[in-house]
């Protein structure tokens, strides 16, 4: 079964700053990989995702995303942070289920950023 | 957006009794999904529907029932809440499998069990 760590609850940062958010995750074989962002009160919406390809990943609002299979990673990164990013931000790693050609969406625990003026 | 409607978005409840939520989504999507959010454990599957019909169980099942008598309907039904229940739903729609396709999320029902 696949498994994600956020190991970062909570990342405080300067507006303008760069950010990082570290993910790894368990699976056997090359997975799908996906961040989503959640800002108060609402539901994820897709940040960006990696299927296959070009280890470096572009997403919405200026985030990206690198695949490095060797570290078991998927690490999310922005150059320069806005006060409008602060929200959670979850990881999930789609792997195959043990019963059929399906696959699960297995989700971490979330990185909560907060963002300074 | 996504055409995601949950409901109700807010709901207390005293423990023993039912509780039915309700999504309903307008994009004709085939996956439905319902999780919940407690903090500290992300988003845990429920169970999700893979047509009309057609459901099954994910990762914290018990307790839970659902069904899909139609594409746009998706309930989720708690025969007697507990107060390990109380959480935070959300419901989710994808045109392709969890693992391959993107999810687009409801905006999410609150749960308090008393």
């Known amino acids: 079964a696949q498994s994600v760590t956020q190991p970062d609850i909570h990342i405080t940062v300067s507006e303008g700053a760069s950010l990082e958010l570290r993910c790894n995750y368990s699976y056997g074989a090359t997975p799908y990989l996906f961040w989503y962002v959640q800002s108060p009160g609402q539901g994820l919406q897709l940040l960006l995702k990696?299927?296959?390809?070009?280890?470096l990943v572009q997403g919405i609002k200026g985030f990206e995303a690198e695949f490095k299979r060797s570290q078991s990673s998927f690490n999310l990164r922005k150059p320069s942070v806005h006060w409008s990013d602060a929200a959670e931000y979850f990881c999930a790693v789609g792997g195959l289920i043990s019963s059929g050609s399906a696959r699960q969406l297995t989700f971490g625990s979330g990185t909560q950023l907060t963002v300074l003026p | 957006d996504a055409g995601i409607t949950q409901s109700p978005r807010h709901k207390v409840t005293e423990t023993g009794t039912p509780v039915t939520l309700r999504c309903h989504q307008t994009e004709n999507h085939r996956y439905m999904y319902w999780y919940r959010q407690d903090p500290g454990h992300g988003l845990r599957l429920i169970h999700y529907?893979?047509?009309?019909?057609?459901?099954d169980k994910g990762e914290v099942s018990d307790g839970y029932s659902v069904s899909r008598s139609k594409t746009e309907d998706f309930l989720l039904t708690l025969e007697s809440a507990t107060s390990s229940q109380t959480s935070v739903y959300f419901c989710a729609i994808s045109e392709r499998d969890m693992g391959t396709g993107e999810l687009f999320f409801g905006e999410g029902s609150r749960l308090t069990v008393l």
């Open positions: 529907s893979y047509g009309v019909k057609d459901t």
């Open positions: 990696y299927f296959s390809g070009d280890t």
